[in-house]
T-cell receptor
Framework: RKEVEQDPGPFNVPEGATVAFNCTYS??????FFWYRQDCRKEPKLLMS???SGNEDGRFTAQLNRASQYISLLIRDSKLSDSATYLC???????????FGTGTSLTVIP | EPEVTQTPSHQVTQMGQEVILRCVPI?????FYWYRQILGQKVEFLVS????????KSEIFDDQFSVERPDGSNFTLKIRSTKLEDSAMYFC????????????FGDGTRLSIL
């Protein structure tokens, strides 16, 4: 089983839509979770950390479900500039090693 | 805002040659990382470095690879005897507090092995 799994998409949504991505992780002892975005041929950029209680940053909401071992990202009121690949990142229980999902591709259409 | 910087942006090398990829992490960060991303594939962890030694490494990081912090600012990845399959984007990242804090990535070095 892969350490981190994501639906690769692509998700094609109209501007203003709400879209949600899920990510599952295999090791229940993982403690740190993040969402990054990656534009084509660019470096990953931190979107947000994911906290146990869930957290929100503007139009973005992240949730963690430890019992089911998944994290989610909700994007409200999608903008054209949200078009990117969204990467789920989870740390290995040993601490200082990180696993990336394959990414979920989002295209926001005018 | 402080940045992680990487040089060169693109490196073209003959198979069998050695390459050194360079990174300057954010100045007050203590944890440093190297990742690679083969075109069209996911980002893969190579190695993490803390307190002047490797803290963790993946199966990819075999004897062909080494890392070094030769001075107070640079963090390098050396790849010996390069192979065609080493062609990828290599990202350096740093963080202030290991697994508890997010990593900040440099904009990568594209390595092309001919």
């Amino acid at each position: 089983r892969k350490e981190v799994e994501q639906d690769p998409g692509p998700f094609n949504v109209p501007e203003g839509a709400t879209v949600a991505f899920n990510c599952t992780y295999s090791n229940s002892a993982s403690q740190s979770f993040f969402w990054y975005r990656q534009d084509c041929r660019k470096e990953p950029k931190l979107l947000m950390s994911v906290y146990s209680s869930g957290n929100e940053d503007g139009r973005f909401t992240a949730q963690l479900n430890r019992a089911s071992q998944y994290i989610s990202l909700l994007i409200r009121d999608s903008k054209l500039s949200d078009s990117a690949t969204y990467l789920c990142v989870v740390n290995a229980p040993t601490g200082n090693q990180f696993y990336f999902g394959t990414g979920t591709s989002l295209t926001v259409i005018p | 805002e402080p940045e992680v910087t990487q040089t060169p942006s693109h490196q073209v090398t003959q198979m069998g040659q050695e390459v050194i990829l360079r990174c300057v992490p954010i100045s007050n960060h203590l944890y440093f990382y190297w990742y690679r991303q083969i075109l069209g594939q996911k980002v893969e962890f190579l190695v993490s470095f803390y307190n002047n030694e490797i803290s963790e490494k993946s199966e990819i990081f075999d004897d062909q690879f080494s890392v070094e912090r030769p001075d107070g600012s640079n963090f390098t990845l050396k790849i010996r005897s390069t192979k065609l399959e080493d062609s990828a984007m290599y990202f350096c990242a740093s963080s202030s507090d290991g697994s508890n804090q997010p990593q900040h990535f440099g904009d990568g070095t594209r390595l092309s092995i001919l």
